[in-house]
């Protein structure tokens, strides 16, 4: 049985840029359940609401399944 290769190592720059990535989805999932309860009590029209929505619509080709959980809102 053959020696397994060792994994590539990480950039201090990858790594940051890694923990921004897993900052980015940690404020993503909590964001949703503030969009679900502003759908709820009908407050699509505020601006920050639609700010909200604009930001995750930037992350959402980056995110698997973000741009589903959008479109399930009709958002």
Known sequence: MG?????????PDQI??????IRI????EKAK?????A???????CQDFKNLV???KVFAPI???LQEWLD???L
């Open 3 to 11: 020696k397994r290769a060792d994994p590539p190592k990480l950039t």
């Open 16 to 21: 940051e840029k890694l923990r921004k990535l």
């Open 25 to 28: 989805y940690d404020e993503i």
């Open 33 to 37: 359940p503030v969009i679900d309860k």
């Open 39 to 45: 759908i709820e009590d009908g407050l699509t029209e």
């Open 54 to 56: 604009a930001i995750l």
């Open 63 to 65: 995110f698997d399944g």
């Open 72 to 74: 399930g809102r009709h």
